[in-house]
């Protein structure tokens, strides 16, 4: 957070990923109210585009959008400049797109014209370009990790004697600048053709990190050395890569998932399993105190084609329907006069997150961890070559 200066014009520029959801982190992440600008096509609704406005964003038009949509750019830029002359901080997706991968895509020019005539407008200030890298754990499952790091800011009023003499050269040098700055942010996979096998190697050789941080710069610096090999010393690169198909198919074929074979421990999966059967009235006083929000937001996120926007839809229309559901329930509540079912009413938020995490992940891993002990004994052999194929891929990717 100190590399946002205070009391200066800011436009913060994070990679885009996971739709709704990128903008609902920067929201999180900043103390100050901010104003986005979002892809002006799903503007068209009158109705939808009076919702956008009012929770301050603004359109802005691409190509692909139609020429004629273009000259709408205009007006934006210009409420763009406003606002950050209003020192409201202003957030665009540099990228020009959504890309649903841990990639960093060539970014547009449309936020680098903005900085500059904001600069031009305000001379007595330094307007500052912030990048900021999201890296998400999972893109759709809740309560999965996420990290936000603020880079060091851009300052445009340097690049300013560039963009006056010549202004395509002035906007390309800022837009590469930033580019690598987002870049030493985030897990940067370039190699489009090898970007599972490369993203799952480096949660491999990251999965003894339980910093985030630390956790995010061991994938990064996995991610770049591989694509230096695969470039520089292709046999190497497919080395590692025919290992890890080696790795990877013998835990499909026992129905295990990567984990440190050598840290697991059957005394703390049994105390594991007797803590899971003693929790199990909490496990279904939450799931079914949630069933009937759950039950009516699946089949609405099931019909949801696109991917990469099942989490953002999934976040707002089960914000809606859970918090109707409660209210709901309160007002019941409040007219039975009833106030042992009013407590039970506003526990129902934390039993539903434990209800999922006991579901989802301990329940999950602990059936996991159980059956590599039974498996340790009745298939040995393949366990022993699994622990040496592990070890031996992550020796390649340590060197």
């Not at 509540?333 to 992940?361: E, Q, R, T």
């Amino acid at each position: 957070m100190e590399n946002i200066p205070p009391n200066q014009p800011v436009i913060l520029a994070p990679n885009h990923q996971n739709a709704l959801m990128d903008a609902l982190v920067i929201l999180n992440a900043i103390p100050q109210r901010t104003v986005f600008l979002a892809r002006g096509d799903i503007f068209k609704n009158p109705k939808v585009a009076a919702i956008l406005r009012f929770f301050r964003i603004l359109p802005i038009f691409r190509i692909r959008d139609g020429y004629s949509e273009l000259d709408k750019n205009e007006a934006i830029f210009q409420q763009s400049v406003e606002t950050l002359q209003n020192g409201i901080p202003l957030c665009l997706m540099p990228e020009g797109k959504q890309s649903f991968a841990r990639t960093l895509y060539p970014l547009v020019k449309g936020m680098f014209r903005i900085a500059f005539r904001a600069q031009e407008a305000m001379p007595g200030k330094e307007v500052f370009i912030i990048p900021v890298g999201i890296d998400y754990e999972d893109y759709i499952n809740p309560f999965s990790a996420l990290t936000v790091r603020f880079g060091k800011p851009i300052s445009v009023k340097e690049y300013l004697p560039i963009y006056e003499e010549n202004q395509a050269k002035g906007l390309n040098v800022i837009r590469e600048d930033l580019w690598g700055k987002i870049d030493a942010l985030i897990q940067n996979i370039q190699v489009e053709e090898r970007y599972e096998e490369i993203f799952e190697l480096s949660k491999i050789a990251s999965s003894k990190e339980k910093d985030l941080v630390r956790n995010l710069e061991k994938r990064r610096r996995i991610t770049h050395s591989l694509d230096e090999k695969i470039k520089n010393s292709p046999a190497l690169a497919n080395e590692i890569f025919a290992k890890q198909k080696e790795y990877i198919a013998l835990l499909h074929h026992l129905k295990l998932e990567d984990t440190d074979f050598s840290s697991l421990n059957i005394g703390k999966a049994i105390l594991k399993s007797v803590g899971l059967l003693l929790s199990l009235p909490l496990f279904l006083i939450g799931w079914i105190g949630n069933l009937i929000p759950l039950m009516a937001l699946l089949p609405i996120v099931s019909k949801v084609k696109d991917i990469s926007f099942k989490s953002s839809f999934s976040f707002v229309v089960g914000m809606v329907l859970f918090t109707l559901y409660y209210l709901i329930l309160l007002l019941i509540m409040v007219f039975s006069c009833n106030w042992w079912a009013i407590i039970g009413v506003f526990s129902l938020p934390l039993s539903g997150h434990f209800s999922y995490c006991y579901a989802k992940k301990w329940l999950h891993n602990n059936r996991l961890d159980l059956r590599f002990f039974i498996l340790k004994n009745k298939k040995k052999e393949k366990i022993e070559n699994l622990a040496r194929l592990r070890k031996e891929l992550l020796s390649l990717l340590n060197a």
